[in-house]
């Protein structure tokens, strides 16, 4: 994991840029955090699924969870995507959240992932202003899938996280809203009390650059499963 030292960012973007959903562009204080360096990969989930499988305890998943939840990725016996290295697809919400309170950990909030990836100077993307296709995994590169996490070093954010543009969308601990930055607390902003769909970010190997910006939101119901949904964890210090 990398520090992410506490302090103010800019979160969002400017009248004119982006989506609705990223307005309006706002100072966000945050306290110090731990974010991993990679999205979580198949060979460490796999510790995880093996753990719950074996144990049948579910004490550490999201209290309400879907009944007898098996938290399997889709396509995970599918050798295109289940690579040891390559990020963990087809988890749902549920999954990614029993993983990281396994792990000792938890999801990101989105102002956490938001400074993670474009650090203090309210960046595009992870590495600047301009676009770099050699920089990230997306659909411009014509791969049609997930690469190894840490596969384009000269993409990471200025805290040194890797892939947080491209190779695949991240689940993030909050419920999403269209307009929750007309509203949201300027210190610490943890998502909406409550809603239907969970936020994502930073784009996947099936985007255009206009996804993998670090202001970017997505939005999925926390049941979907897909080969470009994934995630990284955090954790307080």
């Known amino acids: 994991m990398v520090l992410i030292p506490a302090g103010e960012f800019t979160m969002g973007s400017p009248e004119g840029k982006g989506s609705g959903d990223e307005h309006p562009q706002h100072r966000v204080m945050l306290p110090a955090f731990w974010m991993d360096k990679t999205e979580v990969t198949n060979e460490q989930y796999g510790r995880f699924l093996e753990w719950v499988n074996r144990m049948g305890d579910h004490g550490k998943c999201f209290r309400r969870e879907p009944a007898n939840k098996d938290h399997t ?31 000792g950990k938890r999801l990101p909030t989105e102002a956490e992932w938001e400074k993670a990836a474009r650090g203090t100077d309210g960046w595009e993307y992870p590495w600047g202003d301009d676009w770099g296709r050699n920089k990230c995994n997306s659909q411009e590169n014509g791969r049609s899938a997930t690469v190894d996490v840490g596969s384009y070093p000269e993409g990471k954010s200025p805290y040194g996280c890797l892939d947080m543009a491209g190779n695949v969308f991240e689940w993030c601990s909050g419920w999403y809203a269209d307009g929750y930055y007309q509203s949201l607390p300027r210190e610490n902003p943890t998502g909406p009390a409550s809603g239907h769909c969970r ?20 939005d999925r119901c926390p049941g979907d499963r897909s080969e470009l949904y994934g995630f990284r964890c955090a954790r307080t210090p």
Not at 80 to 98: I, M, T
Not at 199 to 209: A, C, D, V
């Open 199 to 218: 936020s994502l970010r930073g784009g996947s190997w099936r985007t255009y650059p206009d996804y993998c910006r670090s202001a970017s939101r997505y």
């Open 73 to 103: 990725p889709k396509l995970w016996t599918d050798a295109k995507w289940n690579g040891p290295k390559q990020p963990v697809v087809g988890v749902d919400w549920y999954d990614a959240y029993a993983y990281a309170a396994w792990a």
